[in-house]
Structure formats: C-alpha cells, structure tokens
C-alpha cells in the first residue's frame, strides 16, 4: 500500500522526532569509496550491498545512498512512522551526492535527479516499486533543457517520472495516463514513443497533471522534497504489496526480512544516439554457456528494455540474428569496456551476474549487479563448469543449486515461447507437463491408451480405484485435494503431471465435461495441456520440452553422494517404478504399497471375492488366487532392487475401499460375483465407515482378518527365497506393518508374521534373513516407541499420516482453507508439503530417541511425501534418521538436500 502523499508525507517523516535513536540508517556510496559491503545484504538489501561492493572496487557507479531495512522494520513496527533520526541523515547524504554530482536537488538552474528503488537481501525481480527522475517539477525541467540543451529529452524524462511515480506513489491506475499517451500517438500518427516532439511530451506533461486531478482530487507534487519521502514511503509499502507477499511466500522469504531502500543519482540512457540503457548476464541463464548474454536500446531508459514497446537489441553479435544491430556493433567502445566489468564482476561474486547499465553520452555507469537467476540446466552447467574453471569448490557447486530446482530436469517442461489460453489454475502437486484429450474415468483413459491416445484424467478427486486409469493418462486433473491427496502422492511417485484442487472448475460426470467459474466448458474429447509446476490448466495443446540430463549432471551428483550421510529409497509398488528410482540414485525401496497391486487386471476380482466371503474358507480360496499374483509383483521388483534393502507395507486401506459404490458398478458386480445386488449393498453398507482414515485398516485388518497379512508375508517370503536359492541372491525382506498404536498390536502381527516366514524358510530349505517393523503413524506411536521397539527391527515414520492425527486434519479436505493459513502466516508453509518440525518433526525425534533407547541398531527411515522436500530432509539428516524415501523422481532431489544438510553444518 503506497504512502500518501503530499504534506501528510513529510509529516510521517517527522512523526517520531521525540523517539530519537543514535543507530546508523543510512549508508552512503560513491567516488570510489563506500560505507557498505556486498556481505551486507541482511542490512542494505541485495542491490544496496551490491552497489556499495561495486563502488569500493572501483566501477563506475552513480553516487547514492542505502536506506537500510532497519528502517523497513521500524516503519512496519510504528504504524509507518520514520525514526526520527532519519530525516537529517537522508538530508546529509543527499548533500553528499550533490558535492559529487555539482549538482543541487530542486535547484531551478542546475538540478540533481534522483533515481528511488527497492532492494531486499533475497533478490525479488519485479515484485516492489521503482521510481525515476525524482526531482523533475515545472521549474527544474527547465534546468534540465539549459543543462542538456535538449528540450525533447528533458520533457521525455518528465512524463516518464509523472507516469511512474502517479502510479508508484500516488496509486492512480496506469492505464488512466497509458490511454492519453496512446491518443496521441494516434493523434500525431505516430507508433513510437520516440516519434514524439519535444512539444508533443510537453503538453503530454500537462495532460498527465490535469488527469491526475481530475481522477485523484489532488495536485501531482511539485517539491521534490515531497516527491521523494513519498516515493522512499511507496518503495517500503511495496514491501506489503499483494505481488510482493504471493512471490515472498513461494520463495520462502520471511516478511519481517523487510526492504532496504536505495536513492541514486540519476544517468540517463535516453539523451541522445550515444545513449543506452541495457541488462546482461555473464553468461546464457537458459543454457549456462559461458556467453556474455544480453539487450540493451540507444535512446532509452530501463523500463523500455522490458517494457515491449521497442524491440531490443543484442548485447554482441554472436547472440543476434543480423535482423538488428548489436551494442558490440553499434558502441564498440562501450562494450569492450562492458566486458572487461562483467568478467571483473563475475570473478569477483564468482558466480554468473545480473547486471544493468547505462550509457550516457558514451560513458558507461552500472546500476546494479545480482546472482542471475537461471533455469535448473543452467544452474547446473555454470556450476559444475565454475568448479572446472577454479573459481568455485565442489562443495560450493553442491550448494550452490537448489535442490528444488532439480524438478525442472526431471520433468517435461511447456515451452516458454508458446502461446497459451489459461483456463483455470490449481496446485502445482505434481511437476511436468502433459497435454491430451479430457476424459473422465480411470476406463476411458484405460481404452484411450489401448488404442494409442493421449489423456488427461480429469476427476473430482481419485480413489485407489483409479490407479489404472492415472498410469495410462498422460496427466491427472482434479477439482479437490492437496499436494499429499491421492492424486498427487500417486502422481508424483508415476513421475505423472498433476494439477490437484482445481477450485475453480465444476466437474459434471453426467455431462462428460467440466465448466470453469468464466463459463468455458470443456467436453470429453477436448485437449487441454497441464503445467504441473504451476498449476496451470490450458486449452487446447501447448508444445512441451523434454529434460536433457547432461554429463554435468552426473558430474554434480557424484560430488552430491561423497557428501552426503543420509540414504536416500524411493516408495515404489511396481518394478518399473523400482526400475526408474535406481536410475535416479536409489537406495532401495523405502516404501512398497501392496494395495496399488489389488486394483490390477484379474487380482481386483479376486480381491472382491475375498471381501465378499461368508466365512474364512471363503477368504482363503479367494486370497489364494492372490497369492502367485503378489508373490510375481514381489519378484519383480526384488529383481529390480538387487542387492539393495526393500520395504514392503501390509495392505493399509479399509476393505471398502475395493468395492464399487455407484447402483450401476454395484449390479455389474453382483452379475459377475454371482450375488444378488441387494446382499452387495448390504455388504457396502455394512463396511461403509464414517470416518476410514481413523477406522478399520492398516494393523487392525491384519488382526481381524489375520489370512490376509498372512498370504502376504507368505507371497513376501517365496519371492525372496526362490531369488536366493535359484539365482543367487542376497535379499533381506523389510515387512512392515502399518498404522500400530499400541505394542500389543505389533506383538501380535510380529508373531503371525515370523510364524509363516519360518514356515517358507524351512520349505525351501535355505537360510535367510528378514526384518520385521512398523510404520510410526499415529501420536501415540511416537509417544511410546519405547516399547514398540522391543518388538520392532526398524521403524518408518508415516508423516503423511503423522501430520493428519497431529494436526486434526484431513489432507484431502485441508485444501480448502491450507492456503489461507499459509497467506495470514499462521502456518509458514502447507505442512504436507514441507514437514512441521516444531510439531510433527518433535514427535519423529521423540521416536527415534525412544526406540533407540530401547534397540540402539534399530533402522530408521521416513517414507511420507516429507521425504522428498528439501527442509525436511534436512530435518531428517539433523535427528539423525538412517534414510529417508520419497517418489522416485523426488529421489535426486532428496540426494541433493542430504547434501545440502552436511555441508550447511560444516559452515556453521
């Protein structure tokens, strides 16, 4: 929210006069000399410090000044009051701008102009306000003209700073002066801005003020004393702006970091034909060449090079097309000196730069140098060359790349060139892209695919009963859940593109089609694209890009596995999903959930059969026609895990899960079963629970129908023994029972399990070794891991589910109302997607104390969705866990954070 204007700024500026504080709030820059340093970001923000870094090394850098983020963080605290120290200092300083410049700020005939801009200590392009030319009135423009001798230019940089600063400062909707701008270009026939006469832009001047009263009711400020405590008051304001809080919450940036506020002297790239304006980086942020890269435009100011209106030209001739002329070309000089600083720059930070400059009247002057941001296969390429080059170590390089960027590599990504209409927008649950034809049921997707077409699976929410139809679509929409629901958990550990609680669409099964809240409605058959990085959902089909992972990739990821101490297993139920996760690096398997198995082919019958039964007999001739489908699942992906620990999970979900529920499924069934409808919807109805999270699965199936966890271990221990007897391998089987509360319950499955593993053992004739443990899933599990260990070999903490008991919240339903928690900062992020340690993670340590308290050499592990994001990794790696496992293509992420977790703690 901007800061008014006028005298009611000056008086904010006064308003803590008998609060004065002896602290520094100001630091100057300039003539070679600077008060700041670049290690000063915490203070000065990332552009003052950086200005203060270039100065002290002797660049050319127009003198200035860093109001620090102190002030950010007084000026929030005190209801948007200064400290009272401030006014005198900003005054000194600007004196000592005016001494170096032989300039004077608001002097009629020889006037300083100042430039006011945003800087916090994490770089946040585009996100906070920016104000030019500060100082120009209807007095100073004409000192101005007598300076510059060119009345064109000083009225340019005059509507230029009323347009900016009506919208920064005063906030007047831009389109209101854009408009008047445009009639008269119309007017005078012209399409360029800088077809304008000097009278042209003159009388543009006046119109911008007289629309400003008319809409506003208030004068546009004619002392520049005003105009820039109004401007240093909308740059902090800008720190609460709603683009501002969006990017601070998905880049994790504190609020109470605060902005940092810098007062510059103006240059001017707009003067004239040996002018320029331009940004650089030192090399390709696309693909990490080691290429200067680059725009810049003669005649301009910064905003123009981004702004669209003129098309820039390249930095050099290498990076153009011929179709326009390079600065390499057109200002030789000036580039030959450009690059001499970007490679002073570049060694110096030793690391790839974002730099602007200007060029007025063919001297060169940098307004700012910054870390580029770059795409994942950039960060990755200067990394691993910097280490190359000896500006940077190996575990610099580690560090240096975030390890959620390595979402971009694995995934097919839209290609940023295409254009796209936005349909509606959900949750980023799982990245990629995919485009297809919509289809509305996990059969059609199933036939689609049989016959070679592409899909996306739209649903309100999937089920377990999905499964098939989400492996054969290309992506998987839906109207509910978060980024732990069913779709995006399964979707993830597929590798699949997913958008998850798409709110703003209707799903209408009847009608085979979806409406979006805008009215757009799109049928079953329509091709719609998915970008599972951004949550976006568009129409029709955008052409993707496929990831390219380079030798500097498994460069970067050999150096990764010499630090890191933390295992890293994939949760993976198939042998392709085992196969892909040892590609990425793992371990072995964290996480084998055998109920995705059920819903397969023939096995779902059998399952229903089993359910279904009268009596135990029933079951077992039932689970039988299981069994050599289970134990095939087993030898699989044993196979595919060779040599490496295996973690398989005993059916978890509630058995209603696998029978249908619409009449139309139901009497389907009923056909095929051999039953009547009405003794099936009975049967339905008699398990149907109102609450199946906390009802009757996971351990408490096993005891009731204990035949069930026994063909298991049996299908379990088969496969193992016929891969060590026959082919000579060495397995050892992790069979984990889930959801346990009490060590009663563990006891007892423990023994039932031993019991039909010794029988296997003893029948083939061989030995061979197995671990029995838990899942930690439940509060009280964790409260008396103690005693749960005495019957355990290895605990893995369930977070996904550990998060739901600990907070009371359904992580299907928690969408709905997360993001406003996360958006007031009552949480600091979704907590199913990165782990509550304060909470959640208090109750992992508290088990993993506990249980080795009791079993020092117990294994510990976690398998939620926590597993594969970065911060709970770390988490993990500090409580000392022995591994943690997530989705396989989470698996290179998890390597790169327990990486990460080392290195962090040598630097403390």
């Known amino acids: 929210m901007a800061v008014k204007v006028g005298q009611e700024a000056l008086k904010v500026v006064k308003a803590g006069e008998e609060k004065a504080m002896a602290e520094k709030f100001v630091y100057f820059f300039g003539d070679g000399k600077a008060e700041g340093r670049g290690d000063m970001k915490n203070l000065l923000g990332g552009k003052g410090a950086n200005l203060a870094e270039m100065t002290a090394i002797g660049l050319p850098v127009p003198p200035g000044f860093t109001l620090s983020t102190e002030v950010c963080t007084e000026f929030y605290k005190n209801n948007r009051q200064y400290p009272a120290a401030l006014t005198a200092e900003v005054n000194e300083n600007l004196r000592r701008i005016e001494q170096l410049m032989g300039k004077r700020f608001g002097d009629a005939k020889n006037p300083l102009l100042v430039s006011v801009r945003s800087g916090a200590r994490a770089s946040m392009p585009g996100m906070m ?17 007598e300076q510059s001798g060119d009345p064109r230019f000083a009225y340019d940089a005059y509507r230029r700073f009323v347009q900016m600063y009506s919208d920064v400062v005063m906030d007047m909707d831009k389109e209101d002066l854009d408009h008047l701008m445009d009639q008269m270009k119309e007017n005078r026939g012209v399409r360029l801005d800088t077809e304008l006469t000097a009278a042209d ?9 007289n629309k400003i009263k008319e809409v506003l009711g ?27 809080k969006t990017y601070r919450r998905l880049n994790n940036i504190p609020a109470e970091w605060g902005t940092a506020v810098n007062v510059q002297s103006m240059v001017f790239g707009n003067m004239g034909n040996d002018c320029a304006t331009g940004v650089a980086f030192t090399r390709n942020p696309s693909t990490g060449e080691k290429v200067f890269f680059g725009e810049f435009l003669v005649n301009a100011q910064g905003e123009d090079v981004v702004a669209g209106i003129r098309t820039p030209q390249p930095i050099n001739k290498q990076q153009g097309d011929g179709t326009l002329p390079s600065m390499e070309e057109v200002m030789p000089e000036s580039y030959r000196q450009l690059m001499q600083i970007q490679e002073v720059l570049e060694k110096h930070y030793r690391d790839m730069q974002d730099i602007e400059f200007t060029i007025e009247t063919g001297k060169l002057f940098m307004l700012q140098t910054r870390n580029g941001k770059r795409t994942s296969q950039a960060a990755v390429k200067i990394a691993v060359d910097m280490v190359r080059e ?36 959900g949750l980023p649950a799982s990245p990629g892209a995919a485009c297809g034809e919509v289809v509305f049921s996990a059969e059609a997707a199933e036939e689609a695919a049989k016959i070679g077409l592409k899909v996306i699976l739209v649903r309100t929410e999937t089920s377990p009963e999905d499964i098939h139809g989400m492996h054969a679509a290309q992506g998987i929409l839906t109207a509910r859940g978060g980024m732990t ?5 399964v979707a993830r550990g597929m590798g699949k593109c997913c958008v998850a609680g798409c709110g703003d669409m209707k799903v209408d099964y009847k009608a085979q089609q979806f409406t979006t809240r805008q009215g757009v409605v799109i049928s079953q058959g329509d091709v719609i694209t998915l970008d599972g990085s951004t949550g976006e959902v568009i129409q029709g089909a955008v052409p993707t890009v496929q990831p390219e992972l380079t030798g500097e990739f498994g460069q970067l990821m050999q150096w990764v596995d010499s630090f890191r101490r933390l295992k890293v297993r994939t949760n993976a139920d198939t042998p392709n999903d085992s196969k892909v996760a040892r590609d990425f690096g793992a371990e072995g398997i964290g996480l084998c959930r055998t109920e995705h198995m059920f819903f397969e082919g023939e096995r779902i019958m059998a399952v229903r059969e089993m359910i279904l039964a009268a009596d135990l007999e029933g079951r077992k001739r039932a689970l039988a026609k299981i069994l050599p489908m289970q134990k095939g699942d087993f030898l699989g992906i044993f196979r ?55 009802g009757h699965r996971g351990c ?11 063909m298991q271990v049996q299908a379990i221990m088969e496969a193992a023994c016929e891969l060590v007897k026959n082919e000579g391998y060495l397995i050892v089987p992790e069979i984990m029972i889930p959801l346990v509360a009490h060590v009663k319950e563990l006891k007892i499955m423990r023994e039932n399990a031993v019991a039909v593993a010794e029988e296997v053992i003893g029948r083939y004739g061989i030995k061979i070794e197995y671990l029995i443990g838990t899942m930690i899933e439940l509060p009280r599990a964790a409260l008396t891991a103690d005693e749960i260990a005495v019957e355990a070999d290895f605990f893995s903490f369930g977070t996904n589910d550990l998060t739901q008991t600990t907070f009371g919240l359904s992580r299907d339903d928690a969408g709905k109302f997360l993001p406003f928690y996360v958006e007031r900062e009552i949480f600091p992020n979704d907590p199913f997607v990165a782990l509550d340690q304060t909470g959640v993670g208090q109750l992992v340590k508290m088990g993993c104390e506990k249980g080795r308290a009791t079993r020092p050499e117990i294994k510990l592990g976690i398998c939620g969705e926590h597993g594969g994001e970065p911060s709970s990794v770390i988490f993990c790696h500090q409580i000392g866990l022995d591994y943690v496992s997530c989705s396989p293509f989470r698996v290179p992420i998890a390597r790169l954070a327990a990486a990460h977790a080392v290195l962090l703690e040598e630097k403390k």
């Open 129 to 145: 306000d920016t104000v030019l030319n500060l100082g120009l009135n209807d007095s100073t423009v004409q000192g101005i003209i």
């Open 201 to 209: 832009l003159k009388e543009l001047v006046g119109l911008f003020k």
């Open 218 to 244: 208030r004068p546009f400020p004619e002392d520049p004393q005003e105009q820039l405590w109004g401007a240093i008051g909308a740059v902090f304001g800008s720190w609460m702006n709603p683009r501002a």
């Open 390 to 425: 000896g500006l940077i170590t190996e575990k610099e390089a580690v560090l240096r790349i975030d390890p959620q960027q390595l979402d971009q590599l694995l995934h097919p990504s839209l290609d940023p060139k295409a254009p796209r209409t936005l349909l509606c927008k």
């Open 485 to 489: 629901s069913h779709a995006a958990v």
């Open 640 to 694: 595919e895990m060779k040599g490496l620990p295996v973690t398989i999970r005993l059916l978890d979900p509630p058995l209603h899960e696998f029978l249908p529920h619409s009449e139309k499924d139901l009497e389907e069934l009923a056909q095929v079963m051999k039953v009547s409808a009405a003794a099936l919807k009975g049967k339905v109805d008699f398990l149907h629970e109102f609450n199946p999270m906390l």
């Open 700 to 710: 408490r199936l096993g005891l009731t129908f204990p035949e069930i966890y026994d």
